[in-house]
């Protein structure tokens, strides 16, 4: 497949990861709303349980940690991987932008450093267990690289390592630059947009509705292109 980066595919890209990170986040949000009985609060990369919550739920409140990655990164990066086995030329340009809009280098890198949603529910129940750590890991790895390997073997493109690497890393540092941290500190440090309704705050919310309005607007170059 031969994949052409035009800046209507790549605005469309951007929109597709964004609602999959925006997903993930509310997931969290949505699941410790219904576990606990009351909002939390949530930003563009984190969420916080409504107080008390854990303490009340020490076990059930785990879900809100793990439900995020396994709806919005794993289930849509192997939706990706069984639309890009088929014939059909536009399901497979979807199927491979979907598993890199799931940002998988994040799962990788940073459940290795133990910084994820994955390692935070493995300390709160096993502590700093290497082997159950490790065991984690191997999970992800065979989670992860079947998808990004049928991805690799999908693109025709002429430098296909430098374009798997731009799907790999590129998207990745775009979300850590943009939301991670130029969107995290309008709110956390310079509090614009920062009241919130339902434990979000407005920033987060109109954020959300744009980038749904850019993926429905410019959607179709997800799968054809000219």
Known sequence: MIIKFTPKYLF?????GSILGISHELA??????????EWGFKTFNSFQLAEGC???HPVLAWVATI????LFNYTPMWIGYFMLKKENSS??????????????IMRIFFNLMGANDESAVIRAFFGDDKLIFWLMN????????????????????????ADFLFYLLAFPVFVFLFFGIIMEDLIIKHHFLADT????PYLVILLEILVYIGYYAFRKHLRFQM
């Open 28 to 37: 969290h949000h949505v699941a410790g709303f219904l576990i606990c009985g």
């Open 67 to 70: 439900v995020g990655p396994l």
């Open 138 to 161: 191997l999970c992800i790895w065979l989670i992860t690289f079947p998808p990004l390997i049928l991805a690799y073997q999908s693109i025709r493109n002429a430098n296909r390592l």
């Open 91 to 104: 399901e497979k340009l979807f199927g491979i932008t979907l598993i890199f809009a799931t940002i998988p």
């Open 54 to 56: 854990l303490k009340s």
């Open 197 to 200: 309704i339902w434990g979000m």
């Open 12 to 16: 469309a890209f951007i929109c597709l």
